[in-house]
């Protein structure tokens, strides 16, 4: 018995083999890895591209004539849905919410801040701290995506959160 454990000890054929698998292994993980968080940060972009078509659509199916958009634009919900499934990510991403209109002014920091809804629209941005400025009309289109990893449980993709949600802004006057 100890003459047949001093012989597989010598015997070096194979090492290679089991070194072979575990650095395949190795490797194979922090691909499948670098895979879904490739295809995460895609969605993500991808995810913002469409709310921002959706806001530019908005701005198209709605002229200056037809503010607030969401009073007076009947096409509203129909273009910016259409435009938003129009993206690579299609049918998966969806309106998240109503699309919304508020007036909103600049404040002395130069942030963007809610100022009023539409039934109030105040006369200057003075409570903001610029008083010389109009307060603007702005609408805004949220959007939500479920993201699903592919190698669910494998790689870190199974820690992002699964719903991606996006805002876009659009300055309607």
């Given at each position: 018995?100890?003459?047949?454990?001093?012989?597989?000890?010598?015997?070096?054929?194979?090492?290679a083999a089991v070194e072979m698998a575990?650095?395949?292994?190795?490797?194979?993980?922090?691909?499948?890895?670098?895979?879904?968080?490739?295809?995460?940060?895609?969605?993500?972009?991808?995810?913002?591209?469409?709310?921002?078509?959706?806001?530019?659509?908005?701005?198209?199916?709605?002229?200056?004539?037809?503010?607030?958009?969401?009073?007076?634009?009947?096409?509203?919900?129909?273009?910016?849905?259409?435009?938003?499934?129009?993206?690579?990510?299609?049918?998966?991403?969806?309106?998240?919410?109503?699309?919304?209109?508020?007036?909103?002014?600049?404040?002395?920091?130069?942030?963007?801040?809610?100022?009023?809804?539409?039934?109030?629209?105040?006369?200057?941005?003075?409570?903001?701290?610029?008083?010389?400025?109009?307060?603007?009309?702005?609408?805004?289109?949220?959007?939500?995506?479920?993201?699903?990893?592919?190698f669910t449980g494998f790689t870190i993709?199974?820690?992002?959160?699964?719903?991606?949600?996006?805002?876009?802004?659009?300055?309607?006057?």
């Amino acid at each position: 018995m100890i003459r047949l454990i001093r012989r597989l000890r010598a015997d070096q054929r194979g090492v290679a083999a089991v070194e072979m698998a575990l650095v395949t292994g190795f490797f194979s993980v922090a691909m499948f890895n670098a895979v879904e968080v490739g295809r995460y940060a895609y969605i993500l972009m991808e995810a913002e591209q469409a709310t921002q078509v959706g806001a530019q659509a908005a701005y198209v199916a709605c002229d200056t004539q037809h503010v607030p958009a969401t009073q007076n634009c009947q096409g509203l919900n129909a273009a910016v849905t259409t435009a938003i499934h129009g993206t690579s990510l299609g049918t998966n991403v969806s309106l998240n919410g109503a699309i919304s209109e508020g007036y909103y002014c600049i404040n002395s920091s130069n942030a963007l801040v809610y100022a009023s809804d539409l039934a109030s629209k105040p006369a200057d941005c003075s409570a903001y701290g610029n008083p010389g400025l109009a307060p603007v009309l702005y609408l805004q289109v949220h959007t939500t995506y479920t993201y699903a990893p592919i190698f669910t449980g494998f790689t870190i993709a199974s820690t992002f959160p699964t719903s991606v949600q996006k805002t876009a802004w659009m300055r309607m006057l």
